[in-house]
């Protein structure tokens, strides 16, 4: 186990632009040290040469020269599982970007592999799970200020420039829509406020921009906890109601304070998220319409969940921390956005199993 007083030393595989957030957020870390760069790629040589560390074509390179504590894997989803099961082999903690595999079978492999290391160390990147206001929401929700939870309406509705789908032509084919591409953040959410996601409905439609892959989709899904949910998701929609353009956490994009992506509500009343608005009766009234609700707004620190989460992985890596997001949680995370694709072509009913 790694000192808490000694920085980690975390190599990152993959170049490309979310592995170089990570890079200058391990440079502004006092918890841990960047080790090394993984990318075969000739851009990656310059990238690793301005961090002043070295630059290795495979894992393999890197761990015969020099084994780190921990590794980011930010490579191509269809490289999450075979680097993953390396670090494993290794015995190096590994993060693994979202999702956790391009395949549902792919990361079933890769959770039989982690339940059977003993103290592997696999946190997978879902970064939202790590923001204060989920974590703010959990509570609310798990106190019971909201009583039985009865519902969610939730969106994801943003406009994608033309450019996005000039620059690469696959997006406009299937697998490159919203629906494999998006949604998975938003089950995470989804699943950590309201539980386990039970079965899915949906319909998808092509009619704005015409290409052969999905550009709208409308979602129902049933909580084990009986709780229903909506979700209407869009890359062609002129509107800010997703979470980059309310959460105000990537400071990439424009927000507005004044829109929510997320109101759940219960028995006693109703959070909207993220503005955290509250809603609800007081312990002496009879819930009614006619009767007015105590609001309020719930006061949350904002901070960056991707800054929290390389936080979190070095705590994984000290044995101070179990990971927060499960290869189990990944795996579930895909089997759930793998239903909502089924249902959106086949117009039924899709039982989703929960991962074991």
Sequence with gaps: ???????????????????????????????????????????????????????????????????????IDATPNSLHVANALQCLDAKVAVLVEKPVAHSVEEGERLVRAVQATVGARVLVGHHRA????????????????LGSLVGVTASAMFYKPDRYFTDAAWRRQIGGGPILINLIHEIGNLRSLCGEIVSVQAS?????????????????????????????????????????????????????????????????????????????????????????????????????????????FCAVIRDEATPLVTALDGLQNLKIVEAIAVAAKSGAVVQTSVST
């Design 1 to 71: 186990m790694t000192s808490s007083s000694t920085p980690v030393r975390i190599a990152v595989a993959g170049a490309g632009a979310i592995g170089r957030r990570h890079i200058e957020l391990i440079g502004q870390s006092t918890e841990c040290v960047l080790s090394g760069i993984v990318d075969p790629s000739p851009a990656s040589a310059e990238i690793a040469q301005r961090a002043g560390v070295a630059r290795f074509a495979t894992l393999a390179e890197l761990f015969a020269s020099d084994r780190p504590d921990g590794v």
């Design 204 to 312: 998808q439609s092509n009619a704005t921009r015409g290409f052969e892959v999905e550009d709208t989709a409308a979602i129902l899904l049933r909580f084990a906890n009986g709780a229903l949910g909506t979700f209407l998701l869009s890359d062609t929609a002129a509107a800010a109601r997703s979470w980059e353009q309310t959460s105000q956490e990537n400071k990439d994009y424009a927000s507005y304070d004044d829109e929510d992506c997320y109101v759940i509500a219960g028995t006693k009343g109703s959070l909207s998220i993220p503005t955290m608005r509250l809603k609800t009766y007081g312990a002496a009234q009879v819930p009614s319409w006619f009767e007015p609700f105590a609001t309020s707004v719930a006061a949350v620190d904002r901070r960056d969940p991707l800054e929290l989460q390389l936080a979190h």
């Design 130 to 145: 790590h923001s204060p206001i989920l974590a703010k929401a959990r509570e609310i929700i798990q106190g019971g200020m």
